[in-house]
């Protein structure tokens, strides 16, 4: 007996079964019985898949690497960090990482065709904490799925006799960004398309890497270190604690003295870190003749990553950078 196939598709799994919408003929080397048995098989086997889909918790990296081949500056310890317990009342979980004295890089590169572009992530957290999925692996897979490699940093923490929280941070966002490029053709990157995404204080964290005060952070390692250590483009969303007391003028470590990569800028107008910041880092930008593009939203809050809030449209901020990308030929928009 013959039969025409349909693909059914469960869980972004695959599986050919048979269709019971066509009229059946009879064959000398299969009889209903047999076609019964093959069809229950079938339904056996799509109902024990395991389920692919790519949730906060199950997009996992490629690989985890170390940033700096022995200890990073300044450390005596080499310790990837504490998960704190997760906080009642949150779902999806949001996964907090603290007292990091080794800094690793989680690799994530897509599944599908590359753009050969690559993005640093720079998670936020407040300089104490690495918030490792809401605002780490959750902007992977949506990097991904626009044939971006993306790259989650879990820079050092900060210690309580620390002065500038960020700059250990920024030793490690420097030589991260060095790592990535030094490894341009083993992940199938081009080395001119390079960038930074930063949340919160990730956020701070990548306006001050792209400001450049502080271009020799540390003693050079290895070779790694005589690559260049500046992004190509730039996306701030939320950034944190910009500006001084006065929220009129950007912090010493984040002043621009000259054109720097285009910069993409997501804040809202109810946000506790005032959206002031990204307006005068726009401003900024905008007077050097650095092509930029900021979205301010009525409301939303701080923290949402990739997630939506309710009551608000923040949640579409990602597709604005999609196209923001997609205008650069950085990514691919997808529907």
């Not at 695959?14 to 269709?19: G, L, M, P, Y």
Request: charged letters at 15%.
């Amino acid at each position: 007996m013959s039969s025409s196939l349909d693909r059914v598709q469960h869980n972004n799994c695959q599986a050919i079964v048979a269709s019971p919408k066509e009229p059946r003929h009879n064959h000398s080397n299969l009889n209903a019985k047999h076609m019964r048995t093959i069809a229950l098989y079938f339904v056996i086997l799509l109902l024990t898949l395991p389920q692919v889909t790519f949730s906060a918790s199950s997009y996992v990296p490629h690989n985890s690497i170390p940033i700096w081949p022995a200890l990073a500056p300044g450390e005596k310890t080499s310790h990837p960090g504490i998960q704190q317990p997760f906080r009642k009342g949150e779902h999806p979980p949001v996964l907090r990482i603290h007292d990091i004295t080794q800094p690793r890089l989680q690799i994530f590169l897509p599944h599908g065709k590359s753009t050969k572009t690559g993005i640093l992530i720079l998670p936020g957290g407040g300089y104490g904490k690495v918030v490792t999925n809401k605002e780490g692996s959750e902007a992977a897979q949506w990097l991904n799925d626009l044939g971006i490699a993306a790259f989650v940093l879990s820079y050092r923490t900060s210690l309580p006799q620390d002065n500038r929280p960020w700059f250990r941070p920024l030793q490690d966002s420097q030589r991260a960004l060095r790592l990535i490029r030094s490894n341009a053709n083993k992940w199938n990157l081009k080395r001119d398309q390079i960038g930074l995404l930063g949340f919160s204080a990730g956020g701070q964290l990548a306006a001050i890497h792209m400001a450049d005060q502080f271009p020799t952070s540390y003693d050079l390692a290895d070779k790694v270190d005589t690559i260049n250590h500046l992004p190509d483009f730039v996306l701030l969303v939320y950034p944190w604690n910009t500006t001084g007391p006065s929220s009129s003028s950007l912090k010493e470590e984040i002043q621009f003295s000259k054109p720097a990569p285009p910069t993409f800028i997501v804040h809202t107008d109810d946000d506790r870190s005032t959206s002031l910041g990204s307006l005068a880092i726009y401003s900024t930008l905008k007077g050097l003749g650095t092509p930029t593009e900021l979205h301010v939203y009525e409301n939303g809050g701080h923290g949402y990553g990739m997630r939506t809030v309710a009551g608000s449209n923040i949640g579409t901020w990602p597709m604005r950078a999609a196209e923001w990308l997609h205008l650069r030929k950085l990514g691919s928009i997808t529907p």
